[in-house]
């Protein structure tokens, strides 16, 4: 799917800077990100590609509210994310975006429907619905069996499902991954490549994927890739 220019973006970029303090002992700022603007409709999967030490990551982490941009703005919707306070971006970023990185970073301590609950009980939705949606979510993506594992007893392709069981469990509007297949072998990241397009085709699930699989960005909508802290269409 390409970008249909009567298609409203849900995600608007524009002219976003990121710098870094030089290291000590050199004058000026290292500059990561030099004006990026780009937009993502609904239900699109955009890979954005590029040299290691890019921009790619902080661009992730920019989009996703992690991390504040040196200039430029992040639009949601029509709405300027950073004119928020840290608490209410936490609580949009709880709301309304989803994570997935290419090391897991589950809970160790608690189980598969456990760690999948944890963003809907962090909002406060009742224990009872939360676990009624996280083992409908843990089916979905294939794994419903393993609810009550916890992740040392998984596999590493059967984890990242979890993560993107976990990333989905508020509904957010965007799912961000970064790396996502880079922990995993070929047939794992095949299975992982094709989850995330059923969930965008089906449920119209918008996904911005930070990859250097190339088999994974050719099974994006577009590609962007980042040369000199600048966007490159594909």
Same mark, same amino acid.
């Given at each position: 799917?390409?970008?249909?220019?009567?298609?409203?973006?849900?995600?608007?970029?524009?002219?976003? &800077?990121? &710098?870094?303090?030089? +290291?000590?002992?050199?004058?000026?700022?290292?500059?990561?990100?030099?004006?990026?603007?780009?937009?993502?409709?609904?239900?699109?999967?955009?890979?954005? /590609? @590029?040299?290691?030490?890019?921009?790619?990551?902080?661009?992730?982490?920019?989009?996703?509210?992690?991390?504040?941009?040196?200039?430029?703005? /992040?639009?949601?919707?029509?709405?300027?994310?950073?004119?928020?306070?840290?608490?209410?971006?936490?609580?949009?970023?709880?709301?309304?975006?989803?994570f997935?990185?290419?090391?897991?970073?589950?809970l160790?301590?608690?189980?598969?429907?456990?760690n999948?609950?944890?963003?809907?009980?962090?909002?406060?939705?009742?224990? +009872?619905?939360?676990?009624?949606? +996280?083992?409908?979510?843990?089916?979905?993506?294939?794994?419903? @069996?393993?609810?009550?594992?916890?992740?040392?007893?998984?596999?590493?392709?059967?984890?990242?499902?979890?993560?993107?069981?976990?990333?989905?469990m508020?509904?957010?509007?965007?799912?961000?991954?970064?790396?996502?297949?880079?922990?995993?072998?070929?047939?794992?990241?095949?299975?992982?490549?094709?989850?995330?397009?059923?969930?965008?085709?089906?449920?119209?699930?918008?996904?911005?994927?930070?990859?250097?699989?190339? &088999?994974?960005?050719?099974?994006?909508?577009?590609?962007?890739?980042?040369?000199?802290?600048?966007?490159?269409?594909e």
């Open positions: 799917m390409k970008k249909n220019p009567e298609t409203p973006s849900i995600i608007r970029v524009d002219h976003v &800077t990121k &710098t870094f303090a030089a +290291a000590e002992g050199r004058d000026g700022k290292l500059f990561v990100l030099r004006g990026i603007t780009m937009e993502v409709a609904e239900g699109e999967i955009v890979a954005v /590609v @590029g040299a290691s030490g890019a921009g790619k990551s902080t661009l992730l982490h920019i989009i996703g509210t992690l991390d504040r941009p040196s200039a430029g703005r /992040v639009y949601y919707d029509d709405h300027d994310v950073f004119r928020l306070s840290d608490d209410d971006l936490a609580r949009f970023r709880n709301n309304r975006v989803g997935v990185f290419q090391f897991h970073h589950l160790p301590e608690f189980t598969s429907l456990e999948v609950m944890m963003p809907a009980l962090i909002k406060g939705a009742k224990p +009872a619905a939360c676990r009624e949606r +996280a083992l409908g979510l843990l089916d979905q993506v294939g794994i419903g @069996g393993k609810a009550n594992a916890r992740p040392s007893e998984l596999a590493g392709g059967e984890q990242q499902r979890i993560a993107v069981a976990r990333a989905l508020n509904e957010p509007a965007v799912v961000l991954a970064d790396e996502p297949t880079g922990n995993l072998d070929t047939t794992n990241a095949a299975a992982l490549h094709d989850l995330m397009r059923k969930l965008s085709r089906d449920q119209r699930q918008t996904f911005i994927v930070v990859t250097h699989n190339e &088999t994974l960005a050719g099974m994006a909508d577009r590609v962007l890739r980042i040369r000199d802290g600048v966007i490159h269409a």
